[in-house]
């Protein structure tokens, strides 16, 4: 069941943030029913940024789809506040510029496309693509085309960002540019953001909580708080010492 609270944006003393309570999931498939989640439980308060990390296939994307209401569970309960996806892949529309890729959610409530892009103009110049408003995603660097799609993720205006292993496809300079980066914009915006990641050391460093999850059927096997002030730098022994925990959660060696 997914349950999504009756609210305006700015009433942030309702807001519940992310819960998941006991959920479920399984497909049919043709080899099968493949059970993904198995009661797992998951809690963001508003704010925080929780970040999840497990092996592949045990239903992380699901996980961030059931929170989104893109999909519903088999048993359990979902309570959201709206939140919007910001997948693996950037998903820019080729035919548009930056400025009108980021702003497909203003458009979407009927904004007009002048408008729209003034009111995406402090936004681009802030998010480092100052002068780039009007090319297409293949002009584009990778970390800038994932630029514009956390733009349009924050432009939907929803509370709750579920970010899908969003620099995945960067490579490693750029990617520990990119975590920078976002840290510092979720310091000046604050969200309730579910960030599920392969990277521990990203999980560390952007995390206020770690959640590991087992093997497929994912189940929750650790919550590891992460209580150290920002920005964090990765050769801290403090997180050196977290990134080993949760790679004995993983039950893997660093």
Known sequence: MIEAPVQGPHDLHRRVGVWVEHVSRSFVTKRGVVHTLDGISLRAVPGEIVAVVGPSGCGKTTLLELICGLQTPDAGTVRCDPAA?????DLLLPWLSAVDNATLALRARGISRDQARADAAP???RFGLAGFELARPARLSGGMRQ???????????????????????????????????????????????????HDVEEAVVLGDRVVVLSP????????IDVPLSRPRRRTDPAVVALRERVYEALGVGA
Do not use: C, H, N, Y
Request: proline share 7%; aromatic share 6%; no cysteine.
């Open 123 to 125: 936004w681009l110049e």
């Open 85 to 89: 996806l910001m997948p693996q892949r």
């Open 147 to 197: 630029r514009v799609s956390f733009l349009r993720s924050l432009l939907a205006g929803k509370p709750v960002l579920a970010l899908d292993e969003p620099f995945a496809s960067l490579d490693a300079i750029t990617r520990a540019e990119m975590q920078g980066w976002l840290d510092r914009v979720l310091s000046s915006e604050p969200r309730t953001v579910v960030l599920v990641t």
């Open 216 to 223: 497929r059927p994912g189940r929750t096997v650790a919550e």
